[in-house]
């Protein structure tokens, strides 16, 4: 009996039992669909984070906060230390693992017009130097970015975002236009010329509402002196070279500020992007152990019911067994022939498995833009690796759980098979 009769064999009584073998292989097709569903929809989710933190600068950088009170002595006292411009070119000047340093001033949902008529509310205020459209990685649509010059001078110029421009010109040209902007409703508008309109850059996971797209960026010492009269700098954006460990850079940028601030540096709270990527990795591992934890105790269960229905083929088939030993079949084709029986079912519920879990991922995925509209897309990777992993584990499970019934059949004796009462 060759290996290919044995596989039709095996498949012939798969089809004959229809209804007994779908039952059988539901729990595999379960098991494996909810598997490859997660593991679909979180490398979806990894690769949303990591696109998120592109649109930002990338994940080689640390930015730099205030905090608002440190420990002294027992008591907690509010912090008078800010950062200045001079922290940001002393830092890069000094640390030479840092490829540049943004400082950086915000102020969310302020409100613009234009000499057109336009207006738009909420727009956000970036107070930022020339650097900010490189380091950031911003592309200019039309115009010219911030120059040094303009920083230099605290110059009354802007840069729109893509749909600040759009909401207060239209379809008409913003280069060389007027805006009026307003920190708060009893602030006297300040005029700034536009210079230059941003390419559209889409949304990111750490804006609450809005866009990457709905920004004014104005020189910082503008944003200083005319717009809010705040003379230190909020934040700092160290940007560093990919080879570097980012808590050396934290400790020496920290020496530099320390140096700078009559020693002392407690004021300092930074985030890294990566310290963030790389615990999401380690709570994605844990969901993975858990998910894995669930299919494969579901997958013990159906493993059992195959073997349970193997067990019910040798005894429907003990006179066929009998004679075809009769005739010359050796022990190794029987055994052959329900061993591939039990692959076979195995197989046929990973392969379904798989469609099942690749279009549970995509419902999944719509589900997900639904509930958070900030996520225009969400993509479903379903890895080949993934894929691979459970064809080998179902081949295995086969094996696993149908040698005991191919050995039972494989030892029966012809005569006693051949008097046998199916």
Aim: proline fraction near 2%; charge should be positive; glycine fraction near 10%.
């Amino acid at each position: 009996m060759k290996f290919s009769d044995a596989i039709a064999t095996g498949m012939r009584h798969i089809q004959e039992n229809r209804f007994r073998a779908g039952l059988s292989i539901l729990g595999i097709l379960i098991g494996i669909a909810s598997v490859l569903c997660m593991m679909a929809i979180g490398d979806g989710a990894k690769q949303i984070i990591a696109e998120d933190i592109e649109k930002i600068g990338g994940a080689n950088q640390i930015q730099f906060w205030t905090r608002q009170s440190v420990w002294r002595r027992g008591r907690r006292y509010p912090t008078t230390e800010r950062y200045t411009l001079g922290d940001a070119s002393a830092i890069e000047a000094e640390c030479s693992e840092v490829t540049g340093v943004l400082p950086r001033n915000r102020r969310d949902r302020i409100f613009v017009t234009s000499s057109l008529g336009g207006e738009f509310r909420g727009a956000d205020l970036e107070g930022v130097t020339a650097d900010y459209a490189e380091l950031l990685r911003y592309e200019l649509k039309v115009g010219r970015f911030l120059s040094e010059n303009d920083i230099n001078n605290a110059a009354q110029v802007c840069v729109l975002g893509a749909n600040v421009a759009v909401e207060l010109f239209g379809k008409a040209s913003a280069i060389g236009q007027e805006v009026k902007i307003r920190n708060h409703w009893r602030q006297t508008p300040v005029r700034m010329r536009v210079v230059g309109t941003m390419a559209p850059k889409g949304r990111n996971l750490s804006i609450t509402w809005g866009s990457l797209d709905d920004m004014i960026c104005v020189p910082i010492t503008t944003y200083q002196q005319r717009i809010t009269g705040i003379r230190y700098v909020e934040r700092l954006i160290i940007f560093f070279q990919k080879d570097a460990d980012a808590y050396d850079v934290v400790k020496s940028a920290r020496k530099v500020i320390g140096k700078r601030h009559r020693g002392t540096h407690n004021f300092v709270y930074y985030w890294m992007p990566k310290r963030t990527v790389k615990q999401l990795e380690r709570v994605e591992k844990m969901i993975k152990i858990a998910l894995g934890g669930i299919a494969g105790f579901s997958l013990l269960v159906s493993g059992i019911g195959i073997m349970n229905i193997c067990l019910v083929s040798v005894g429907e088939k003990t006179r066929e067994i009998g004679l075809r030993k009769a005739v010359g079949a050796k022990r190794l084709h029987i055994f052959y022939q329900f061993l591939t029986e039990s692959i076979c079912l195995c197989l046929c519920g990973t392969l379904l498995g798989i469609a099942g879990g690749w279009l549970a991922a995509h419902g999944m995925a719509r589900l997900a833009v639904r509930i958070l509209p900030i996520v225009e897309k969400w993509p479903v990777v379903l890895s080949g690796q993934w894929i691979l992993i459970s064809v080998l584990f179902s081949v295995l499970m086969g094996i696993s759980f149908g040698v005991y019934p191919a050995i039972r059949a494989a030892r029966l004796s012809p005569i006693d098979a051949l008097r046998a009462e199916n």
